[in-house]
């Protein structure tokens, strides 16, 4: 039995030091797998970030291209004003009012009719000219921000 168990007993230990070395190697192994996801978790985070950023960016650069053309429609946009008096006449009264008429049009092209506005005024003096009646121009500043369509 002796002799036997001195033939056995290195196949014994070149076993036992083969399963240590595979324990050995499987943890070695694990470590660098675990090492791996982790760098793939940061990967997969940073991505994320960046992908949500440039959403972000696209988001914010596609309003402002929008608010920049309807800034640039609204400014080709205006209204067209003019005015006259009207003189109506019966037997027995001469009225006479002014007559405002306004439309929308975009550059050159109209938009809308021209919408008039009766304004009925008296005056004594016959020889009250236009200019007296007629409303005075006033300045308007120019708009800060966006641009009203109408004044």
């Not at 196949?11 to 470590?31: K, P």
């Not at 975009?106 to 021209?114: A, D, G, K």
């Not at 005056?123 to 800060?144: C, F, I, R, S």
Request: with cysteine; aromatic share 6%; charged share 30%.
């Amino acid at each position: 039995m002796p002799d036997l168990l001195l033939i056995a007993l290195p196949f014994i230990a070149a076993l036992g030091s083969g399963v240590l070395s595979f324990i050995v190697a499987q943890a070695r192994l694990e470590a660098s797998a675990t090492r791996e996801r982790e760098g793939l978790i940061e990967t997969r985070a940073q991505l994320l970030q960046q992908t949500k950023t440039m959403e972000e960016k696209v988001r914010t650069a596609e309003a402002e291209a929008r608010r920049k053309a309807f800034d640039d429609f609204l400014a080709d946009v205006r209204v067209e004003e003019r005015h006259y008096v009207r003189q109506i006449g019966t037997a027995t009264e001469n009225k006479k009012c002014l007559v405002l008429q306004e439309r929308v049009c975009f550059r050159n092209i109209p938009l809308s009719q021209w919408i008039e506005r009766e304004l009925a005024f008296e005056h004594q003096d016959a020889g009250v000219a236009l200019a007296e009646v007629a409303p005075k121009p006033v300045a308007v500043p120019p708009p800060t921000g966006r641009r009203r369509l109408l004044r």
